[in-house]
C-alpha cells in the first residue's frame, strides 16, 4: 500500500474513531435528565426537593430482570463563587440509590438510605429512583444573606457497585454508561 494512502487510511480511521467515541455520551445523557431541582429550608436545614426522569436501555432492563442490583450516586455540591479566588465549597452530599428486581415475587425494590420500598411496575421504580425525595443537604447557619450561591446536582450509574466480570464489561461497554451531567442553578439563602 502507498504511503500516500495509508494516511489517509488513518486519518479517515482516526476521525471515525472519534466521531464515535463521542455517540454513546450522547445517547448516555438522554436517560437521565433533570426535571426539577430546587432547594426549600424547613426548620434548621435546607433540602433538595424534585428529581430526575430515568430511563434504562435494553441492556440495563435485561441486566435488572437477570437479578443484578443497579446501584447509582446522586451528588449535590453547594458553594459560594469568588470574585478573586476559587468558589469556597459549602456542602458536598452524596448518596446511593439502588433498584433491584426480585423475580420470585415479581417486583422491583429501590433502597435509599436504611428505607426499602417495593413496587409493581418498572415505571414506578424508576420515577423513586430518581426522586430527591425531600433530601437534607445544607445546613442553615452556613449560609449568609448577603451571598448568592451556586448548586450542583448530578445523578449516574455507580458501576463500582457491579459484580466484578459486569465492572469489566461497564469498562469496555458504553451501555453501562448512564450520567446525567452536572447541573448547576445560582440560588440565594
Do not use: C
Not at 464489561?169 to 452536572?182: F, L, P
Amino acid at each position: 500500500m502507498p504511503a500516500s494512502s495509508r494516511r489517509e487510511f488513518l486519518k479517515r480511521a482516526g476521525a471515525a474513531a472519534l466521531a464515535l467515541a463521542f455517540v454513546p455520551r450522547a445517547l448516555a445523557e438522554d436517560l437521565i435528565h433533570l426535571q426539577r431541582a430546587e432547594l426549600v429550608k424547613r426548620q434548621d436545614a435546607y433540602h433538595l426537593i424534585g428529581g430526575f426522569v430515568v430511563k434504562l436501555n435494553s441492556a440495563l432492563e435485561e441486566a435488572l430482570q437477570r437479578g443484578v442490583k443497579l446501584s447509582f450516586l446522586q451528588q449535590f455540591e453547594a458553594d459560594r463563587p469568588r470574585d478573586f479566588w476559587f468558589a469556597e465549597d459549602i456542602a458536598i452530599q452524596r448518596r446511593s440509590v439502588r433498584l433491584s428486581y426480585h423475580a420470585l415475587l415479581r417486583y422491583y425494590q429501590i433502597e435509599v438510605d436504611d428505607s426499602q420500598t417495593p413496587y409493581d411496575r418498572l415505571e414506578d421504580a424508576l420515577r423513586a429512583l430518581g426522586d430527591f425525595r425531600d433530601w437534607r443537604v445544607i445546613e442553615a447557619r452556613v449560609l449568609e444573606r448577603k451571598h448568592v450561591y451556586r448548586g450542583r446536582v448530578r445523578m449516574q450509574l455507580d458501576t463500582t457497585q457491579l459484580a466484578k466480570p459486569l465492572q469489566v464489561n461497564a469498562v469496555i461497554s458504553s451501555r453501562w454508561e448512564i450520567d446525567s451531567g452536572w447541573h448547576a442553578w445560582p440560588f440565594k439563602p
